[in-house]
């Protein structure tokens, strides 16, 4: 049997995160350049059952059985299985490679889980729909994020812009126009399970402010949505920092981001904001496309620890 493959991108939220586990929307946008790819293949040779499980990226190299239930690959494979009706798994490798940065807010536990549940099923004989994905990364998200707002695996598994709210029908987003991000980590970890729980606290204690804040969010990121219509790249600069200002209200950003969002600024960059749960992480900047490459030089010279430019095309994620 030839090796079996899956692979599946990383992704960015544009705008509206913490407040979409609120109920406001929010954009995310795949992200092509970072990915995992995952590759099962059988070894007949081996013990009947015997999976062995080799994830790098996290330091990985076990037989599956001694996983603990709740290790999120072990989980994934279970659920996989569970949902195709299947008791056992032949003999097999299973190895999974990302070049997607770990706690960062790019995606990697929601890319790792989709691509992984896609070769699992393959290798058992009946790819899964991407519905079916879908429902199984965001229960694997809730292993690692609590209570995750289901856009990261929406948007890792049908790999195209989505506008995402909480319980309603997913929007896949037609770009029309082209844009370019330049992505910047500020090397220090971004654990979103953490930031989610902090921002549940605040609004505990003061609903009435912290209500106020998500609904200002929901507004923006509509606006956002239509201006994606429009082209308006000033405007979407605009909508951008004013995203940022909003999460430094939540108390999600931290001063390295801050001034990762202010050096952008100050290279030329269009807007700028914080992407994902915030408390490290990652930030993004609206460029034009010809100045990516000095907006990244002086996010580097700033202290990022790496960038990435993207654009997102008509007909294309980022």
Known sequence: MP?????????????????????????????FQLNTKTTILAQPSAPEGKVRMIAPCIG????????????????????????????????CEIRINTTIPIATGLGSSA?????????????????IPDELVNQIAFEIEKLHHGTPSGIDNTVVTYQVPVYFVKGEPIEHLKIRHPFTLVIADSGAASLTAETVARVRERWLADKERYDTI???????????????????????GELLSRNHELLQALGVSTPMLDDLVNCALQAGALGAKLSGGGGGGNIIALVHHTQADSISRA????GAVRTITTTLAPGRGA
């Open 3 to 31: 090796a079996i493959t899956s692979s599946s991108p990383g992704k960015i939220i544009l705008c509206g995160e913490h407040a979409v586990v609120y109920g406001a929307p929010a954009i995310a946008l795949p992200v």
């Open 60 to 91: 990985l190299d076990s037989d599956l059985e001694s996983l603990a239930d709740n290790h999120p690959l072990k989980a994934t494979t279970a659920l996989v299985m569970q949902k195709m009706g299947v008791t056992r798994l032949q003999a």
């Open 111 to 127: 890319s790792v889980t989709v691509s992984l549940a896609r070769a699992l099923s393959a290798f058992l004989g009946n790819p």
């Open 214 to 236: 998500f609904a200002n969010i929901a507004d923006l990121s509509r606006e956002v949505k239509e201006n994606l219509e429009k082209n308006d790249l000033n405007q979407h």
């Open 299 to 302: 996010l580097e010279q700033q």
